[in-house]
């Protein structure tokens, strides 16, 4: 059986295009990260909640700083 793999939230966005920018400047720094309600705002809008960009907890300090220096909206 494989492991869940455990993911922290470092970011909440209402808009999919700061979502995304996030998540490229993350992976721009070699931090590997993933949006969770993607595929539905695709489909249904950000009525739903938002989108959730997350990280390893190994990644956690460096995706938050990556973030913080990159001027992009990001709630905590």
Do not use: H, W
């Not at 808009?15 to 993607?38: N, Q, T, W, Y």
Request: charged share 20%.
């Amino acid at each position: 059986m494989e492991e869940a793999i455990e993911l922290v939230t470092v970011g909440y966005f209402g808009d999919p295009l700061g979502a995304e920018m996030a998540k490229s400047r993350l992976e721009s720094a070699g931090i590997p990260c993933f949006l969770v309600g993607e595929n539905a705002a695709l489909l249904y809008g950000v009525g739903l909640g938002g989108l959730q960009l997350q990280v390893s907890p190994r990644d956690e300090a460096d995706a938050r700083s990556v973030l913080n220096d990159s001027g992009l909206d990001a709630e905590p």
